[in-house]
């Protein structure tokens, strides 16, 4: 797998999500949305359920906010950002299938107003601690 895998328009964490916020970019004033990594998705293999965060919860990076469950195993989901949580996909919770076909389109989970970033990674970054070539 190379890092061209790793859109590099966003950033990623260690726990394979990503967030629509330009690696080394500062907060954007603006909701970004926030989505697993295809790292993730090759891990788990054909999602059943997602269970995301209400809308207008207030979420802290790195601290379980939901969770995303496939016919293998069940894996909570950390936000690579702190903030207030503006919107969920709906799409996606009614067909946790986007999410394995499309994860850095039209699988995306929610979006957040984000207030604080957690530790973010670049694309080649994320693809070297995961084994790709970058």
């Known amino acids: 797998m ?3 895998a790793f859109p590099d328009d966003r950033s990623y964490t260690d726990d394979h999500e990503w967030v629509l916020i330009a690696p080394g970019a500062d907060l954007p004033d603006e909701p970004v949305r926030v989505g697993i990594t295809s790292v ?9 359920f997602v269970d995301l965060p209400e809308v207008g919860t207030t979420i802290v990076a790195g601290e379980s906010c939901g969770e995303v469950e496939s016919t293998k195993t069940v894996s909570e989901l950390y936000p690579p950002v702190s903030g207030r949580v503006t919107l969920i996909n709906t799409a996606a ?3 946790p299938g986007l999410v394995t076909s499309d994860p850095y389109g039209e699988g995306w989970l929610f979006a957040v107003q984000p207030s604080a970033a957690g530790e973010l990674l670049t694309a080649a970054e994320y693809a070297e601690k995961n084994g790709a070539n970058a």
């Open 2 to 4: 190379s890092s061209a």
């Open 40 to 48: 993730a998705v090759n891990s788990l293999g054909e999602l059943v």
């Open 93 to 95: 919770v009614d067909d």
